[in-house]
């Protein structure tokens, strides 16, 4: 009988939480010391996986995450990717949902797991939540079928649960149970076994690897509420060097109709700024059309956002934008599902 072969997991630490230690003497948190996982976490030792780790020269607090820390994640998975069957990656939770939006999109082809976590308490408190999500992230970044990565998509680990990287947002700040993925099942929950929702899981990809690393933020979020100023309104819209607007929206993608709103909305449509419609919901889905409080941002060019996330559709535009020069190109591809981020079937 074929020897099983031994998984390999990358964990890549680039800051947050989870990575503090606290020392006994003077009760300070200090970056914990990944070269030494497994003497300081010795339950990894029973695992059949060659885990290796790469970290942060300066780990970096989840509030501080932009674009081009995003792209050095991506090129240290690019670098790695075929050394490993699966990759971790230690990241604060503030913004995790942004950083595995962003990375969805911008690996292409994926084939192995590239797993999000952290932590609501530092891994070196007595009562932190970090090492299970920790063990488990890499647990799951490790599991093969047939000798293939059983996942195949980027993802984030938190309190049992494993979701599609790209359909969570963080909702709690005080619980462990932190995260959400209102319009997309989870993939996984562990409990005394690790159960597969398989049939929610994305295909791997035949494919090769392709990594796009540039992204432009030329982004701006017009948040939508009763008595908002056409001041304000044009002000966004008009802000200099945008090129595409977040429209957050009432319900099912709703606005005013007030004349002066649709007029600053054209304007700016006129004006080769692409205007994306997300509901303000935390679930559910726009549906341009549906009422006449939308109708005419859909007449007028208004693309919708389905039942993305927020988060999602911000770093979906960065992407797009980093990709393509032309109004036209950047919303016929927003409108597809490209990473698994939007039901289809809601349109």
Not at 13 to 28: A, F, L
Not at 105 to 131: A, C, H, W, Y
Not at 202 to 209: A, N, Q, V
């Amino acid at each position: 009988m074929a020897k099983r072969r031994r998984a390999s997991v990358l964990l890549i630490y680039t800051g947050g939480t989870i990575g503090m230690m606290q020392d006994p003497r003077s009760g300070e948190l200090k970056p914990f010391n990944f070269n030494a996982l497994k003497n300081q976490i010795p339950e990894l030792s029973k695992f059949d996986i060659d885990l290796s780790s790469v970290s942060f020269s300066e780990p970096i607090d989840s509030s501080n995450m932009q674009p081009k820390v995003w792209t050095e994640i991506a090129r240290i998975i690019e670098q790695h990717y075929t050394k490993h069957d699966g990759f971790v990656v230690l990241h604060g939770s503030d913004t995790m949902s942004y950083t595995a939006s962003a990375l969805s999109f911008m690996l292409e082809n994926l084939s192995k797991p590239v797993i999000l976590t952290g932590s609501q308490l530092p891994i070196g408190i007595i009562r932190t939540d970090g090492k299970e999500n920790l063990i488990t992230a890499i647990e799951i970044a490790g599991t093969l079928k047939n000798g293939k990565p059983l996942v195949s998509e980027v993802c984030v680990y938190f309190e049992y649960k494993l979701y599609r990287g790209n359909r969570t947002f963080k909702y709690n700040s005080e619980h462990f149970d932190a995260f959400k993925s209102p319009n997309y099942p989870a993939l996984a929950e562990a409990g005394v076994d690790i159960e597969y929702n398989t049939a929610f899981l994305r295909k791997p990809s035949s494919r090769k690897l392709k990594t796009h690393l540039v992204l432009d933020n030329s982004v701006a979020v017009l948040r939508l509420f009763p008595g908002i100023s056409e001041t304000t309104v044009k002000a966004i819209l008009n802000s200099q060097g945008t090129r595409a607007v977040i429209l957050e929206t009432f319900g099912a993608g709703n606005a005013t109709t007030e004349k002066w709103f649709l007029n600053a909305v054209q304007d700016a449509l006129n004006k080769g700024i692409v205007l994306v419609n997300v509901t303000q919901c935390l679930e559910g889905s726009v549906i341009q059309g549906m009422y006449e409080t939308s109708t005419a941002l859909k007449k007028m060019g208004v693309v919708s956002a389905y039942d993305m996330t927020f988060e999602s559709a911000v770093t979906k535009l960065m992407f797009l934008l980093g990709r393509y020069k032309k109004p036209e190109e950047i919303k016929a591809a927003f409108g597809k599902e490209l990473r698994g981020e939007l039901t289809p079937a809601r349109r």
